[in-house]
């Protein structure tokens, strides 16, 4: 495959370029988008190399996507980075360094339907309800929930609007935020584009602009995490229905990005929302396409497991990830090296003490040495929680080459089955032997996670 890199000659995927010399970058920086549509027929950007760098802006995801039908695909994501010399069946780590917020301010709520105003699915076929053109250009006039119109006809054109929402202002520090009440959310509607701090390529409409008001005075943590993170799929599919869940909904489809039950697979989940994908955390990614396409977006301020509003506090910041080859681990999905903080508490590496009192308890019933392991997350998605959950299991057993049934107790005595989103994306943490992590290439980064 060659990547045609804009202004640059063209690169292979192995990042040679055709004078044969490597064009693999130290480091790509990101300030371009995709229309919502992941598409591995598109040109990439990079390739960056085994080891080097990616700086990002990201944009916001759900809201303004949601109410702007120019964006197919419910989030606006970073256009794919490609990684030199990743091919098929390989897999990318990448380690998050560094998430930052930049917003001043957001909004978000639980959503509901707009008729009519949608073909099949109001996250991926926006549709003008009076000149019924598909995925509309729109703009906005004024504020409040009829802001977004048709920049054709002037009809009231987002699929979406609020059920219970609130604009939520953050603290200089990006600490702690504050919901606001009707004059302050219209205050910062009027001027939305600003402290949403929009990327100057994004072209979604800032959620703020709607004003929601129905939550004031509550106070809320941050802990920023990444909601979209991985590698293109094998197919052209939707950003945000790139994962068990969401993409279940591309199943006969009545729009052009419709999908068959078979054509699921191609996903590489890279639309997870677990909190756990924040910085100090490693992602381990397959590689479904040559050069993998390492995207990003839909950072999330703060959230609780589940996400079960539907949404959490979408805003824009800077994300630096370091990225590492892994060549041959043929993974259906990512697996999550979390930072200790986040791990189940009977996942976490056992402290020296522990080893000596398991050690000498082992002795004391004739077992000849205790089984050194340490912790790993693997990611399972499905329309609903069972079936991610199930997803998750009959990964970790291929992973790790032992039965789902040698999985199950192993979760249950060392680990925990964690909701990411509601509905279908799960973690299935546990701790696995140290031996088979070796032998699959997993232990250089578990141990330098863990400080094995």
Not at 70 to 77: A, D, W
Not at 292 to 309: C, K, N, P, R, T
Not at 323 to 352: C, T
Request: aromatic letters at 6%; hydrophobic letters at 40%; charged letters at 20%.
């Amino acid at each position: 495959m060659t990547l045609t890199i804009e202004g640059k000659a063209d690169v292979h995927a192995d990042g040679r370029s055709d004078n044969g010399r490597s064009a693999a970058h130290e480091t790509v920086y990101v300030d371009q988008f995709v229309d919502g549509i992941l598409d591995p027929h598109r040109p990439m950007l990079g390739p960056v190399r085994d080891g080097g760098h990616i700086v990002a802006n990201t944009a916001p995801g759900c809201w303004g996507p949601m109410i702007t039908p120019e964006i197919r695909g419910g989030h606006e994501v970073t256009r794919p980075v490609a990684v030199a010399g990743a091919e098929v069946g390989d897999a990318i780590v990448i380690r998050i360094k560094e998430i930052t917020v930049t917003s001043l301010a957001t909004a978000s709520g639980n959503d509901v339907f707009m008729d009519g105003r949608f073909l099949g699915d109001p996250y991926v076929a926006g549709k003008c309800p009076e000149c019924g053109q598909l995925y509309p250009k729109t703009k906005l006039d004024g504020i409040g929930q009829t802001a977004v119109r048709c920049a054709s006809c002037g009809a009231d054109a987002a699929p979406f609007s609020f059920t219970n929402g609130y604009t939520i202002a953050f603290d200089a520090n990006h600490t702690l935020g504050v919901t606001l009440p009707q004059a302050a959310a219209e205050e910062i509607a009027r001027d939305a584009h600003r402290y949403a701090a929009l990327p100057e390529k994004s072209i979604q409409n800032p959620i703020l602009a709607f004003a929601p008001h129905d939550l004031v005075g509550l106070v809320a943590r941050l802990r920023p995490f990444m909601g979209q993170l991985g590698t293109t799929p094998a197919i052209p599919m939707p950003d945000s229905h790139n994962a068990g869940d969401f993409g279940s909904f591309l199943i006969g489809a009545p729009h052009e990005y419709a999908l068959t039950a078979d054509q699921l697979q191609h996903r590489t989940d890279g639309h997870l929302d677990i909190d756990a994908v924040r910085a100090g955390s490693i992602l381990i990614c397959p590689v479904k396409v040559p050069g993998g396409g390492v995207y990003l977006g839909d950072m999330h301020a703060l959230q609780g497991d589940g996400e079960i509003a539907g949404h959490t506090c979408d805003v824009s910041g800077t994300v630096t990830l370091q990225v590492h080859l892994l060549k041959g681990l043929n993974l259906d999905g990512p697996i999550l090296l979390p930072v200790v903080e986040d791990l189940p508490f009977l996942a976490r590496p056992l402290s020296a003490s522990e080893q000596k009192q398991a050690d000498a308890l082992a002795q004391a019933w004739g077992v000849a040495e205790v089984e050194q392991s340490a912790p790993i997350s693997v990611i399972g998605t499905g329309p609903d929680l069972n079936a991610a959950t199930d997803n998750g299991l009959e990964r970790a057993a291929a992973l790790l080459e032992m039965s789902v049934p040698e999985v199950k107790n192993r979760a249950t005595i060392t680990g925990a089955i964690e909701i990411g989103r509601h509905p279908g994306v799960v973690q299935v943490t546990f701790r696995a032997p140290l031996s088979v992590l070796e032998r699959r290439g997993l232990l250089p980064f578990v141990r330098d996670q863990y400080g094995l």
